[in-house]
């Protein structure tokens, strides 16, 4: 079975623009996480998708965005990139929903901003 | 976010056991205990969960203490592969998704 897959892994930005990430999850799940991971503040949640919904979001300007559509498929906005935005973009799937399941990490996308 | 209190590093000889601790003092009676690794370069990688039973699987062990205010997971034989980050996360009901990464704890394997 496939497993979490992310495009591109790697993203080179110029600061003022825009970018869009995709999360492709594992076949049947249809939760989707996103995660920014820098060497200063670690892994830090971004905000959850269910069934095309934001059920849960992290504390990030509007700045960051996301949707979900309806085969569970999910992409990341970030607009007007920031040098501090470059970081590693994690995307997590799970079947099940609440506490008791485990995610799936992707590889991540590797965005840097010049 | 309850939050858990790991050591920030520790060190194992290869095919020797690992105890890696954990404490979650504030732990709520709805939080799962849950796991995960982060080896270089790679996104993190689920290990094991558990509510208040100790729980096997094919990776670890994982032993939760009666009050549930600590947890220790356990890696029977450690390897050169088992060397990485390790994140001990509480996540309750309305978690939504939502694993609140800490610093974790760096595992070094010596061969």
Not at chain 2, 58 to 66: D, N, T
């Amino acid at each position: 079975k496939a497993g979490v897959t992310q495009t591109p892994r790697y993203l080179i930005k110029t600061r003022g623009q825009q970018v869009t990430l995709s999360c492709s999850p594992i076949s049947g799940h249809r939760s989707v996480s996103w995660y920014q991971q820098t060497p200063g503040q670690g892994l830090q949640f971004l905000f959850e998708y269910f069934s095309e919904t934001q059920r849960n979001k992290g504390n990030f300007p509007g700045r960051f965005s996301g949707r979900q559509f309806s085969n569970s498929r999910s992409e990341m906005n970030v607009s007007t990139l920031e040098l501090g935005d470059s970081a590693l973009y994690l995307c997590a799937s799970s079947l099940a929903v609440g506490a008791n399941t485990e995610a799936f990490f992707g590889q991540g996308t590797r965005l840097t901003v010049v | 976010d309850a939050k858990t209190t790991q050591p920030n590093s520790m060190e194992s000889n290869e095919e020797e056991p690992v105890h890696l601790p954990c404490n979650h003092s504030t732990i709520s009676g709805t939080d799962y205990i849950h796991w995960y690794r982060q080896l270089p370069s790679q996104g993190p990688e689920y290990v094991i969960h558990g509510l208040t039973s100790n729980v096997n699987n094919r990776m670890a062990s994982l032993a939760i203490a009666e009050d549930r205010k600590s947890s220790t997971l356990i890696l029977h034989r450690a390897t050169l592969r088992d060397a990485a980050v390790y994140y001990c996360i509480l996540s309750g009901g309305t978690s939504y998704g939502k694993l609140t990464f800490g610093q974790g704890t760096i595992l070094t394997v010596h061969p």
